[in-house]
């Protein structure tokens, strides 16, 4: 494990739900989507992690969003995973840190309903202007048939 | 409302660009708002063609997904199976044949001469320099029918798979390869002389469009575009795949962050790729091993895929619950990286220089379907080649008056 991933592991120590090390090159770390700011902050801003892009899974446990962050000079990839509820997924924005997230927050907002609290532009990004409201293609309940036409 | 926001109400012009055009490769809405000259504000909408790939994917088996994701882009069409492979070998743990890694690089390498030069070509043609835009898209020619050659295709070569590749090539074609690397050469040198040698592409690209350090760091920023403003980020040297940290290769930086640097380091990569796919093809010479190893299934769990495409990291993640469909497929290509970074690149600069800032990036976004002024007298339509037409009527100015000078 190199100094950086130590670092993080370290300063939030009491924070971590979970921490996995899928390889030398890979690690997850589940955190709670109250402390997801102070997480990016650190990582981005003083460790000077490089942001990936984030991705968006509904799982039959709720929504996850997956952040991820690269450390290219010691080919490390950090992912924070946090959970929202899936009636109400709900999560604070992370643009304010990082700029370059207000387009893929705004993608995940289409296709799985996240709503991304402070966001600059909280407009509609990849589906049509006239796609139905409340339906997210890449939700588990999406009718794909219903809205095959 | 203050003086200056009345006055800035009346003077502000928003100029549309695209979103489509035969010259663009994908349909992308811009909207320049321009005070007299300079650009001050640019937005833009996208997913014009939002084709629903990430929720295919999911309907698709392992084996099949290379061939989807190989249609998002007709450009770095390899880019994508090759950075999707290395996530599901990542999520499985599995170990692939060295010389499959030698094509893997040889492929991916051919890939990045053909776009870099096809870059070439259509910035010459915005700066109103056809001579290099026909010659660098004549001499891309051999390199797409040694792709044929090789692969069957001139684009979608269909040769990622996981585990290996699809296709072997046969030792006895090397020679033929060497041999168009060997005559691409001398026309990479010509077009290196036609860029970097003349003072008038200086003069319409040298601190032009600055990016900064900070502001590659702050987009996320990739490829050329973070490596011409001195960052030097390359997923082949950082998160080697293929036969990267097997050949010898440099990574091209450039410090001035402007588009003449974004151009220098595109066309010093083309070099290194030629330099490296001799390498390769030498090497393929005595590692006559298997192509593929066989994957039997791919077990739970989350992968990670890098690929350094001709534009910067494409990023694959791939969940997969022990079925034999991934779950999710999250799929990130560096132009959504890159395009944002015209919100500070653009601002500041004037409208002729605008559409050479944006095709510095290499989105080829530069082109305008139409104009319209607002907030006059009378409305006025301008096509989008009037906006080629300016900045190529701009070079011509600078040429004439550095004659005069003379």
Redesign the interface.
């Known amino acids: 494990m190199n100094e950086e991933v130590i670092n993080i592991k370290n300063k939030f120590d009491n924070k971590i739900v979970e921490f996995y090390e ?2 030398k ?2 690690y ?1 770390i589940t955190i709670e989507k109250d402390d997801l700011l102070d997480f990016v902050d650190y990582i981005f801003n003083e460790l ?1 992690f ?4 984030e ?1 968006g ?1 509904d799982t039959p446990g709720g929504i996850e969003i ?1 952040y ?1 962050f ?1 450390f ?2 010691r ?1 490390t ?1 950090v ?1 924070l995973k946090t959970l929202l509820d899936s009636k109400e997924p709900v999560v604070e924005s992370i643009s304010s840190i ?3 997230a ?3 927050e705004r993608e995940i907002m289409d ?1 799985l309903g996240v709503k991304f609290l402070n966001h600059p532009n909280p407009e509609k ?4 202007d006239d796609w139905n409201e409340k339906e997210y ?2 939700r588990r309940d999406y009718d794909e048939k219903k809205n095959n036409n | 409302m203050s003086d200056e926001n009345k006055n800035s109400k009346k003077e502000r012009t928003v100029i549309p660009i695209g979103p489509y055009h035969p010259l663009q490769e994908e349909p992308e809405y811009f909207q320049l708002h321009v005070e007299g000259e300079i650009v001050k504000k640019i937005e833009w909408r996208t997913s014009y063609n939002h084709r629903g790939i990430e929720k295919l994917s999911q309907s698709m088996s392992y084996d099949q997904v290379p061939y989807l994701v190989e249609r998002i882009c007709g450009i770095c069409s390899t880019s994508h199976p090759l950075s999707y492979v290395n996530a599901v070998e990542d999520l499985a743990e599995i170990e692939v044949p060295v010389r499959a890694k030698y094509i893997r690089t040889i492929i991916a390498e051919l890939e990045r001469l053909h776009s870099h030069l096809l870059w070439v070509g259509l910035a010459g043609h915005f700066l109103g320099f056809n001579t290099v835009w026909m010659w660098a898209w004549k001499y891309r020619e051999p390199v797409l029918e040694i792709m044929e050659a090789v692969t069957g295709n001139r684009q979608n070569y269909a040769m990622m798979k996981i585990g290996g590749i699809r296709r072997d090539i046969d030792n006895e074609d090397i020679p033929s390869i060497k041999k168009m690397l060997d005559d691409l050469k001398p026309k990479v040198d010509l077009l290196r002389g036609a860029v970097m040698d003349d003072p008038i592409i200086h003069a319409r690209t040298k601190g032009i469009g600055v990016l900064t350090p900070e502001d590659v760091h702050n987009y996320g920023a990739l490829g050329p575009t973070a490596r011409a403003s001195g960052i030097k980020d390359d997923i082949r040297r950082d998160y080697p795949y293929a036969a990267y940290d097997i050949i010898d290769w440099d990574v091209i930086v450039e410090e001035e962050g402007d588009v003449f640097a974004k151009a220098v380091v595109r066309i010093k990569e083309m070099y290194e790729s030629i330099s490296m796919i001799h390498q390769c093809l030498d090497a393929l010479k005595k590692e006559n091993g298997e192509i593929e190893t066989t994957v039997k299934e791919i077990p739970p769990g989350d992968g990670i895929g890098q690929a350094e495409a001709p534009r910067g990291e494409v990023f694959h993640f791939v969940r997969s619950d022990g079925t034999n469909r991934p779950v999710r497929h999250k799929v990130r290509a560096p132009s959504f990286c890159n395009v944002p970074t015209f919100e500070v690149t653009t601002v500041g600069e004037t409208i002729s220089d605008a559409a050479i800032i944006l095709a510095a990036v290499d989105p080829c976004y530069c082109c305008t379907e139409r104009m319209a002024v607002i907030n006059s007298e009378g409305e006025k339509s301008l096509t989008g080649d009037d906006l080629i037409k300016m900045s190529q009527q701009k070079t011509e100015r600078m040429r004439k008056s550095k004659k005069e000078n003379k």
Request: charged residues 20%.
């Open positions: 899928k390889s090159k890979r997850y000077g490089r942001y990936m892009i991705t899974i997956l991820h690269s290219d000079s080919e990839v992912t990082v700029p370059g207000k387009w893929i296709i990004f990849i589906l049509s293609p890449l």
